[in-house]
């Protein structure tokens, strides 16, 4: 068993998982603010963008193959080395998924 360093850029906060545990258990454990919504890798609200290190997330199945390279579901992910995570980064087909819905929302007749 191994114990990484996860760092959270933007914030400064760092968290020591172990290689046997998920990244968002430890954060919960630590009073990290790390989203999170079904816990087994299926909404993508947990998603952080990889900056630096490597995780292992054999069930993350909101993501890619590709996108598992540059992503962490953290509800799934477990260390694989240190890691530079950037939280509440989500995979390009979900964020066009959500620049679509929020041009389809309200707001464009309100001026009448
Ligand atoms: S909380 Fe839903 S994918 Fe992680």
Same mark, same amino acid.
Request: aromatic fraction near 4%; charged fraction near 25%.
């Given at each position: 068993?191994? &114990?990484?360093?996860?760092?959270?850029?933007g914030?400064?906060?760092?968290v020591?998982?172990?290689?046997? $545990?998920?990244i968002?258990?430890?954060?919960?454990?630590e009073?990290?603010?790390q989203?999170?919504?079904?816990?087994?890798? =299926?909404?993508?609200?947990?998603?952080? !963008?990889?900056? $630096?290190?490597?995780?292992t997330?054999?069930?993350?199945?909101?993501? &890619?193959?590709q996108?598992? $390279?540059?992503?962490?579901? &953290?509800? =799934?992910?477990r260390?694989?080395?240190?890691l530079?995570?950037?939280?509440?980064?989500?995979?390009?087909?979900? !964020?066009? !998924?959500i620049?679509?819905?929020?041009?389809?929302?309200?707001?464009?007749?309100?001026?009448?």
């Open positions: 068993m191994s &114990t990484y360093t996860v760092e959270f850029v914030t400064g906060e760092t020591q998982v172990e290689d046997t $545990e998920t968002l258990s430890r954060c919960l454990d009073g990290i603010a989203e999170y919504s079904c816990r087994v890798g =299926m909404c993508l609200a947990c998603s952080a !963008e990889i900056i $630096e290190g490597e995780v997330q054999p069930a993350a199945r909101g993501l &890619t193959e996108e598992m $390279e540059n992503y962490a579901l &953290t509800c =799934m992910a260390p694989q080395s240190d530079k995570l950037d939280r509440g980064k989500y995979p390009p087909s979900i !964020e066009s !998924e620049e679509a819905d929020a041009s389809t929302g309200d707001g464009a007749a309100a001026d009448d």
